[in-house]
């Protein structure tokens, strides 16, 4: 599928080119758009931390992410990732269709508390606009251009599912 060639090559040459000690993928699925990207990498992170609340997504990647990085793999949402004392930073989090499934205000914090953890968040939707990554000063304008799923009305579920 050419939207996730290109979402894998963009991840890799991020990670060759920053050379991360340590990434988040939130909403990481069942690793389709992380694994071929950390699989076509020249330089891997030493962790790779993946947050899904869907347990039998979780099993599927986590099954495949044991071949190519350690890490954490927390099963749940990532409003209770984040409610941990203790948080590591990462660079980057990364995102590939998931927050989107987040009502606004509860996007906006979860992003707000990511912020500081990070320098480079790449993240795609499939109404952002083509950007390699968005850059922390982007985050402010980011929910208003994700919220193309409105305009759908009995598709939407379909949609948001990238059916």
């Known amino acids: 599928m050419p939207l996730y060639s290109a979402v894998h090559a963009a991840l890799a040459n991020l990670y060759d080119a920053h050379l991360p000690a340590a990434s988040l993928d939130v909403g990481c699925g069942d690793g389709s758009a992380l694994l071929p990207a950390l699989r076509a990498a020249a330089h891997l992170p030493s962790r790779v931390d993946v947050v899904e609340p869907s347990g039998a997504l979780l099993t599927v990647a986590t099954a495949g992410l044991r071949e190519v990085a350690d890490g954490h793999r927390f099963a749940g949402t990532v409003q209770e ?33 990511l912020r500081p953890r990070t ?6 939707s499939s109404t952002c606009p083509r950007r390699r990554w968005a850059l922390p000063s982007t985050w402010s304008s980011w929910p208003g251009r994700t919220s193309g799923l409105a305009e759908y009305a009995e598709d939407r579920e379909l949609v948001a599912q990238g059916s």
Not at 87 to 110: N, Y
Not at 119 to 124: D, L, V
């Open 119 to 124: 320098r480079r968040w790449p993240s795609w």
């Open 81 to 113: 990732f984040l409610a941990r004392p203790e948080l590591p930073t990462w660079d980057p989090v990364e995102s590939t269709f998931a927050l989107h499934t987040l009502p606004r205000a509860e996007r906006d914090v979860v992003l707000q508390t």
